[in-house]
């Protein structure tokens, strides 16, 4: 298993391969997503954090993902417009992707072993799992698909400042 997400490649909802390498430095916030969730709402939150917090070196990366509930059936460009319609969403949307299974993209391996879930569980319950990612790579906290984005600013701002 990789030391960072840095060594980790994703591909954005226009099919482009992304190097996380390229955010060095910086501290993201990872969720899996869904259009079609009691917690999809959760995207003003992210949408709100990324604003306050972008220009202090903050990312936010959303990970759509149709595991849970069947709640993300649309493909990457009806998705993107649902969020930019909806949310008006300024930070990078992913391809969707698996995060549980034999399927499961690498990155959420990874994800998934450094920072595991209630009762020391590995997989993801429920879509909007957060984790926080410090500027060396590293995950720092999971958080419940109930915990809201607001609730994060206190440990954003420790990584942060």
Not at 33 to 48: D, N, W
Not at 51 to 75: D, R, T
Not at 76 to 101: A, Q, R, W, Y
Request: with cysteine; aromatic share 12%.
């Amino acid at each position: 298993m990789k030391s960072s997400i840095y060594q980790y490649q994703v591909t954005n909802n226009r099919g482009e391969e992304i190097s996380l390498n390229q955010y060095q430095g910086k501290v993201l916030l990872i969720v899996n997503t869904a259009s079609a969730c009691g917690f999809t709402p959760q995207y003003k939150g992210l949408e709100s954090l990324y604003q306050e917090y972008q220009s202090q070196g903050l990312e936010v990366l959303a990970f759509p993902c149709n595991q849970f509930g069947q709640q993300e059936k649309g493909s990457n460009e009806e998705i993107k417009s649902f969020c930019d319609l909806t949310f008006n969403i300024h930070f990078p949307l992913m391809e969707k992707i698996t995060v549980n299974g034999h399927d499961t993209h690498p990155l959420y391996e990874y994800l998934k072993s450094s920072a595991r879930g209630i009762l020391g569980s590995k997989n993801i319950k429920w879509n909007f799992t957060k984790f926080l990612i410090n500027k060396n790579g590293e995950v720092v906290k999971r958080y419940a698909p109930t915990t809201k984005p607001e609730a994060l600013k206190a440990d954003i701002e420790k990584l942060l400042f």
